[in-house]
């Protein structure tokens, strides 16, 4: 049978933790639990692990780093079943586990500069096989937004797929044969397409089935198993050797924005599978089995949440989350902390330059003393990258430069400019991200360049109502807070 169905989810939160104290500070709007990592594993990552077979031993997914370090913490019976599922999708799919890597912290990786995407890619690879014990065949790219510089990244660091929406197609043609436009329809989301990089390095896209995708994500599929089974087998057109049938939404989909999805999902495979009208497949099986027979090119500066290309990340778009259509903050904060990010950037290597061979492949490395900050973990990176035998106060302050560039790196987590008001719980938590970056800066560089933030922050301000700036919402965040403290503005 070459008939095959392929379902991902993209499972994410963004990172909650408070950069002072490591734990998430209690999240009212998440009552009754205690914040939104504990809600949306109640109500959807425990219940995809749950059963023999599990939903994601079944499926493609792909599981944001930051928050599987919160789960193999805070759920460890959830986080456990995740990294079965990948063993036991190995055993189902021809060796090819069903776990997709992420770039790091969810960061927009086209907006950032060349050093910061390949920080973001490295770190989602080493977290990931430090987690899977593997290395990953695919990576998933935040709100799937892309450009050419960011597929060159992923094809050097040994990535051999991605998954994108079909708006992000521009061109398609045969090897060898004429270009053809296309466009969100005329894109056949049943082959995978080889994309040429002009380094001459390839990488693979699979153009997920855009319809499909939005009656899973908004309709009532997920609602009901029989008819998303039908939804999924309906698909098929019968006039290719093979047909891959493949959609791909938010993972919280199933559970958390419709209640029952997760067991609506698994009743689908179940239907699939005894049907006996296709195969469940995931995406590494589906390409050793048909590689591309066409190839495609990108639109670059494009996502899958922004019909405006990248724009909701960066400025004034009018894509909203459904309160206001204009955002006027957006740009202003992307500008701010591009500034921080820049000015911080050659006062650490600098300084840095006084502990470590190579600042910014110190950097890359730190990885591993995130996942195992044990005094033999730290002392073998130590061993790898200093320029010789370190103090202890120069140990301090060396550990001290790579935290601020941890900081640094998690202030530009996507959700920060996602939703309608930057007095959210997400823009808070880059901004509380950047005051940890410029605390750590004052203490190892001297000096402070906090004022001089403050001053840009100014410019970042709600459309909605009377809202206090950016500059005074950041005074509240400078320190930490009691568990139980409110810092919404009134």
């Known amino acids: 049978m070459n008939r095959f169905v392929c379902v991902h989810g993209h499972f994410y939160q963004p990172p909650r933790e408070n950069p002072w104290t490591g734990e998430v500070d209690e999240e009212v709007s998440a009552q009754p639990y205690h914040d939104w990592n504990e809600r949306i594993t109640a109500e959807c990552y425990r219940g995809n692990g749950v059963g023999q077979p599990s939903n994601y031993s079944r499926m493609s997914f792909d599981f944001g780093p930051t928050l599987l370090s919160w789960l193999a913490a805070s759920s460890p019976e959830t986080y456990g079943s995740i990294l079965e ?33 390949m920080t973001q890619v490295a770190w989602g690879i080493r977290d990931f096989q430090f987690r899977f014990g593997r290395l990953p065949e695919g990576m998933w790219l935040p709100e799937t937004a892309v450009d050419g510089d960011t597929l060159e990244v ?13 708006s992000q197609a521009a061109r398609v043609r045969e090897t060898g044969g004429e270009w053809r436009d296309v466009d969100a329809r005329g894109i056949d989301p049943r082959e995978a397409y080889r994309i040429p990089l002009p380094s001459g390095r390839v990488i693979t896209v699979f153009f997920y089935d855009g319809a499909l995708a939005h009656a899973v994500a908004f309709g009532d599929l997920p609602r009901d198993g029989a008819e998303l089974a039908r939804g999924l087998l309906s698909r098929f057109r019968g006039d290719f050797d093979q047909e891959l049938v493949h959609v791909a939404t938010d993972g919280e989909t199933y559970g958390h ?34 590689p591309p027979r066409l190839e495609a090119q990108i639109v670059a500066g494009t996502s899958w949440s922004c019909s ?58 730190s990885i591993q003393i995130e996942l195992d900050p044990s005094e033999e973990s730290v002392g073998e990176f130590l061993d790898r990258h200093a320029i010789g035998p370190l103090s202890a106060e120069d140990r301090t302050a060396a ?48 000096g402070s360049l906090e004022p001089l933030f403050l001053r840009l922050l100014e410019r970042v301000r709600s459309s909605l109502g009377e809202r206090r700036d950016a500059s005074e919402l950041y005074r509240t965040l400078r320190a930490p807070l009691p568990p139980s403290a409110s810092v919404l503005p009134s």
């Open 85 to 117: 599922a990948d063993r036991a999708s190995r055993a189902r799919f021809s060796g090819h586990g069903s776990a997709l890597a992420q770039a790091y912290n969810h960061a927009i990786l086209p907006l950032a500069n060349r050093r910061d995407k």
């Open 154 to 166: 992923l094809a050097e660091n040994g990535i051999a797929f991605t998954i994108l929406a079909p």
């Open 257 to 290: 924005h419709f209640r029952g999805g997760d067991r609506a999902l698994a009743e689908a495979f179940d239907a699939i599978e005894a049907s006996g009208l296709a195969t469940l497949t995931n995406y590494g099986e589906y390409l050793e089995k048909f």
């Open 308 to 365: 405006h290309g990248i724009a909701r990340w960066s400025d004034d778009c009018g894509c909203s989350a459904g309160r206001s259509s204009s955002h006027p903050w957006r740009r202003p904060l992307r500008e701010a902390l591009d500034w921080l990010r820049d000015t911080l950037a050659p006062l650490y290597e600098a300084a840095a330059s006084g502990f470590f061979r190579d600042p910014w492949a110190a950097r890359d490395d």
């Open 399 to 446: 550990l001290g430069l790579l935290e601020l560039q941890r900081n640094a790196l998690l202030m530009y987590t996507s959700c920060g400019w996602f939703f309608d008001d930057p007095a959210g719980l997400e823009t808070r938590q880059v901004l509380r991200y950047a005051a940890r970056a410029l605390e750590l800066a004052e203490e190892h560089l001297g």
